[in-house]
């Protein structure tokens, strides 16, 4: 049991050092990484030459810390691959590009946040994109907000009560715990989430929720743009074609409409 136990904890560890790097804009050293963990720096060296050995992160010499290697980068290139999420959307969004002409994306819930999946690019000179891969809190911009107004509500309450301090990503990001549950409700009433520059400044979104055979949601799909064209009137306008593109993901994922049991009956 002891082994057991000690086995656990090491293979926690190494996923715990990896998830890090999901979040870091540069490397890692060894003191960051143990600091944030909790770890002794000699714990922290012997895992990260551990990672090395096996491809999953490269040393970084001249700023003395470490990067995500061709091991990582081959696991996430297969995950998306095989993820169904993304296969049930890429059809769907091309069609939505078709139709709105701006950039049209898949995010997929992860703990405490959510991730791009994929995008189909605009076809504009001037347009936005997104970065794939990367987790994005639940607190900021369309694609998050309306996967967080739908979580369960044990799961929405936890992460209300706990991350509404985050620091803002932009200067018209909501941090405040009252607003944030304002705009969480208006989003369950509505099934639409809309951005003005919340987490990317100078952009805006609009977003819906993608449900599974369960009805829990599992991501979320988004029309987005520069601000100037992505105003209040267009996003609106563009609204009937994203709902019937999130339904039809959500309805080959397996769900068969409505919304779970423990769902607000004031939404229903």
Known sequence: MAAESRGTETA????????LFIDASDSLGV????????????????????????????SEPRARGYLLGPSAASLGARALRESGLRSAALPVMRRLQDATGETVTVSAK????????????????????????RRFPLHAG???????????????????????ALEALTTRTITGPE?????????????????????????????????????????????CGPGYRMHEQ?????????????????RALGWMGGLPKWFPEDVR
């Open 110 to 133: 992860v703990p405490n946040g959510r991730v791009y999946l994929d995008q189909v690019e605009s076809n504009r000179e001037i347009k936005m994109t997104v970065e794939l891969g």
């Open 234 to 250: 267009a996003r609106v306008a563009m609204i009937p074609d994203l709902r019937k593109a999130a339904d039809e993901v959500s």
């Open 179 to 223: 607003e944030l549950r304002a705009r969480v409700a208006s989003v369950r009433a509505s099934g639409i989430s809309q951005s003005e520059g919340e987490r990317q400044q100078g952009a805006g979104s609009v977003a819906a929720p993608v449900f599974d055979v369960d009805g829990q949601v599992v991501g979320s799909i988004s029309v």
């Open 12 to 19: 926690t560890r190494v996923a715990d050092v990896l998830l």
């Open 142 to 164: 369309s694609s998050s907000t309306c996967i967080l107004a739908f979580l369960p509500a044990s799961e929405s309450s936890e992460y209300l009560n706990g991350h509404c």
């Open 31 to 58: 003191s960051a990484i143990a600091r944030s963990l909790g770890l002794s720096k000699t714990v922290v060296h012997r895992t990260l030459s551990s990672l090395v050995e096996r491809g999953f992160l490269v």
